[in-house]
């Protein structure tokens, strides 16, 4: 699981209020601040050079307020229009605070377990493999379905997003739904031909380091989605990925928006709030597992979490390119342009 920064602060909810006619935006402002900065100082800076008045929906005190943000944009993707700003009713409004409360809630019962989990990825495991009892074989399976059902949901996701990458072509996206991120690798010395090609000239800078304490923690027996769901995985294999070669490229244009596209986008959008939800439930059952396998390193048949100080080659690049630098210039691989792209997890357009 990505790591999740334990930064306490404040989720805000914050609308705008016309002062010329009175009327009060159907947007609202989902953000954090951090720490020691108060909302009411982040209204101020948001207040400035604004022609509407910003008026404080709410404010809820988070233990992981940078988790609890991304959550909560995702969570309510059908209604973000970009930014940090979404459009919705009151009852809407209502529904959202209601929501980051209960998150909140979750947050403040796992922070200890996910920080304790955090701590025991810097320990040396003891090498040691434990019986799976039942409350290990419990915490196991839940972890172990929660996952599956993630990468189901994510799994149809990726079948709409790849149709929308079918129907964008040879396009540089799709307005409003598809960003086109352009990408240039810059020119690098090619450290590994050069070390195969002169090995004494690179033993000559290479030199031993001792990294920190880690390890991947490895859940055992999951399930498959071509055991579990064959017909998903088939129709996930009948919608292939679509990449043209960055030279067939149509540079600066756009595929225009079309109501096809925005309601393939909307398909796509259906999907970013259960992710999050299950995103966030793996996120805590797996903190709960290791901190169950402490510094143990296997649950028989359930998991591993072997966590030792590696120690790696490391080659002086730098040294070396002053003392040869001819011999560098030979292993330089030149600057290639390539490109991404990204399904926007918000709407822009009229919707």
Request: glycine residues 4%; negative net charge.
């Amino acid at each position: 699981m990505a790591k999740i920064r334990l930064v306490p602060g404040q989720l805000y909810f914050l609308r705008e209020k016309d002062y010329l006619n009175s009327e009060i935006s159907d947007y609202v402002k989902i953000g954090l601040v951090r720490n020691e900065k108060e909302t009411e100082t982040r209204m101020k800076e948001h207040q400035t050079g604004n022609p509407r008045q910003i008026l404080e929906i709410e404010s809820l005190e988070s233990p992981m307020v940078e988790n609890l943000e991304t959550q909560m944009h995702h969570r309510f993707s059908e209604q973000w229009v970009t930014g940090e700003w979404f459009k919705m009713t009151d009852d809407e409004v209502k529904q959202a605070i209601a929501k980051a409360e209960s998150i909140i809630g979750e947050q403040q019962s796992v922070e200890d377990t996910i920080s304790e989990s955090y701590d025991l990825g810097d320990v040396k495991s003891n090498g040691r493999i434990v019986d799976p009892t039942d409350d290990y074989r419990e915490a196991w399976q839940a972890l172990v379905d929660l996952k599956y059902d993630l990468e189901v949901v994510r799994t149809r996701q990726k079948i709409v997003e790849r149709q929308l990458r079918a129907a964008m072509g040879t396009f540089a996206g799709i307005e409003g739904v598809v960003d086109f991120i352009e990408k240039t690798i810059a020119d690098s010395f090619d450290k590994k031909k050069f070390i195969e090609e002169e090995p004494d000239i690179a033993a000559e800078y290479t030199s031993e380091e001792e990294k920190p304490v880690s390890g991947s923690f490895l859940l055992k027996n999951v399930r498959k989605l071509k055991d579990d769901d064959p017909n998903l995985k088939k129709e996930l294999d009948a919608n292939p990925e679509n990449k043209p070669a960055f030279s067939e490229v149509q540079l600066g244009t756009e595929l225009p928006i079309t109501p096809d596209l925005t309601s393939l986008h909307a398909n796509f959008l259906e999907f970013e709030d259960t992710i999050a939800t299950l995103g966030w439930e793996c996120d805590m059952a797996e903190a709960k597992l290791k901190c169950m396998l402490g510094v143990n390193e296997t649950i028989e048949g359930l998991c591993a979490w072997k966590r030792q100080s590696k120690t790696t080659e490391k080659f002086d690049t730098t040294q070396f390119k002053e003392d040869h630098p001819d011999l560098y210039g030979q292993y330089i691989k030149p600057e290639t342009s390539t490109y991404a792209v990204s399904v926007r997890p918000y709407r822009a357009y009229p919707f």
